[in-house]
């Protein structure tokens, strides 16, 4: 009996206790729930003129006369350009298609969105950015990544003004609507080289010297400070135009010679062959001669079929045709700009080079008669002639004149290598494949703010 009472009593008194301890929680009255810290409110921002400035980045930025000036050439090129350039300071830092922002700082910790519409060059594009703590200046500069209609572009063949819009949010508040009009240049507008002299650009030369060049084409001295643009000459030069394929089945067709060699030549007759005396013939079968650039500002650039098209170019339109027919037959080959003039060199396996001046061929009309239809073995004749005298010619520059050159005055001279710069520079003239190629290098960019620039 009392070891029962004991197990009935193990069994109950917890149970009890437990009911004794629910109904005993039960009778407190809940705490009553924490204020919440209220945080004070930051009021919003009043609409009103919040961007003071909008300006092309194109040309490095540097020259105030191209700040409002869009240029196609830039515009399409200075991503790959970067990408060629990894290596130079100075590339990335000064070369960009963006457009650059000039903003009242909202102050920091405020989220800056800005939208920018659709335009002729342009498609929509919407970008945010926070502005940091260390931005305390009463101006703030940004980098916007206009995504530029890539068609529209490689279609721009006379200048037009065009408007550049956004709509500007503080916090997801808008405040403030900002169009600005530039000037869209031709497709076809091209600057060489942007020269910088150290009693007019001292600062200007300064802070470009802050930056390693590393094998960009900047040439500094102590008379002046030229920034190239010359690998933007890339999208000019274009071996798959099929104007050369018709071309070189002239060559074969009209029997001066029973076939090209192309890269595949065996000695260095048949790669001259295929290359400098080929296109000697042809430019003198279509009759092309040399016209005159205004090489004091801008020049306007053709390509291989505008030239034979318009039987007519002029030394660096005549150096980028040839280069196109060298690479077109996977020849190496380069462009070099000397002093007022372009040339080109092609190099056989053994890394000789071999001077090519196709200038002297436009410039001469005058010693060779027009070829007969079809061309005769007089003219054959009269193409072979023509072409010794070029190559005497080119390779007596090259010696007596650029070679020196080189040594003595290295800021007055730039080499291109056509077929390294290629996997960076399509042409412009591969349609839409250009629009392809250049989307596969793009990344997603957001805004970037950006030091005052001079």
């Known amino acids: 009996m009392k070891l029962r009472t004991y197990l009935l009593l193990t069994i109950v008194l917890p149970l009890i206790a437990a009911c004794g301890d629910d109904v005993t929680n039960h009778n407190y009255p809940a705490p009553p729930p924490a204020e919440e810290e209220k945080q004070p409110q930051k009021p919003p921002f009043e609409e009103g003129k919040w961007i003071t400035d909008a300006h092309s980045m194109c040309y490095f930025d540097i020259l105030p006369e191209n700040r409002y000036t869009l240029y196609p050439v830039w515009l399409l090129q200075a991503d790959g350009v970067k990408r060629a350039y990894e290596d130079s300071e100075f590339a990335q830092e000064f070369i960009s298609d963006d457009i650059r922002l000039q903003l009242r700082n909202p102050g920091a910790g405020t989220r800056i969105t800005l939208r920018m519409e659709e335009s002729p060059v342009c498609h929509a594009l919407e970008r945010s950015v926070v502005v940091p703590q260390d931005k ?72 470009v010297k802050r930056y390693d060049f590393g094998s960009y084409p900047v040439k500094d001295t102590e008379n002046y400070c030229s920034l ?75 390509t291989i079929d505008d030239i034979f098209r318009n039987h007519q170019g002029y030394c660096m339109e005549l150096a980028i045709a040839f280069a196109s027919w060298c690479l077109n037959q996977g020849v190496v080959a380069t462009i070099e700009f000397v002093p007022g003039h372009a040339v080109n060199r092609i190099f056989d396996n053994e890394e000789n080079a071999y001077p090519v001046d196709m200038t002297c061929v436009a410039s001469w009309p005058h010693l060779y008669q027009p070829f007969a239809t079809p061309p005769t073995k007089e003219d054959f004749g009269q193409a072979d002639w023509l072409f010794e005298n070029v190559m005497k010619i080119s390779k007596k520059n090259d010696t007596e004149k650029y070679e020196p050159g080189r040594i003595e005055n290295p800021g007055e001279y730039d080499t291109i290598d056509v077929i390294a710069l290629r996997h960076f520079l399509p042409s412009f003239n591969i349609g839409d494949s250009y629009a392809h190629t250049r989307a596969a290098w793009e990344e997603e960019e957001g805004l970037k703010f950006k030091k005052r620039r001079f």
């Open 136 to 207: 305390t200046d009463e101006t703030i500069y940004l980098a916007f990544p206009v995504k530029w209609n890539v068609d529209a572009l490689l279609g721009w063949h006379a200048d037009k003004m065009v408007e550049l819009t956004w709509n500007l949010l503080l916090d997801g508040k808008e405040v403030d609507h900002y169009t600005q009009q530039l000037n869209c240049r031709s497709l076809h507008t091209y600057y060489g080289n942007t020269e910088l002299i150290p009693t007019e650009h001292a600062q200007l030369i300064d802070e």
């Open 228 to 302: 190239y643009a010359t690998p933007f000459i890339m999208g000019y030069v274009d071996e798959h135009s099929p104007l050369v394929e018709k071309l070189k089945e002239e060559v074969t067709a009209d029997g001066y010679f029973s076939t090209l060699a192309g890269a595949a030549y065996d000695t260095p007759e048949e790669l001259l062959a295929t290359t400098a005396q080929a296109f000697t013939y042809l430019m003198m079968k279509h009759r092309v001669v040399y016209t005159i650039s205004d090489s004091g500002g801008p020049q306007y650039v053709r």
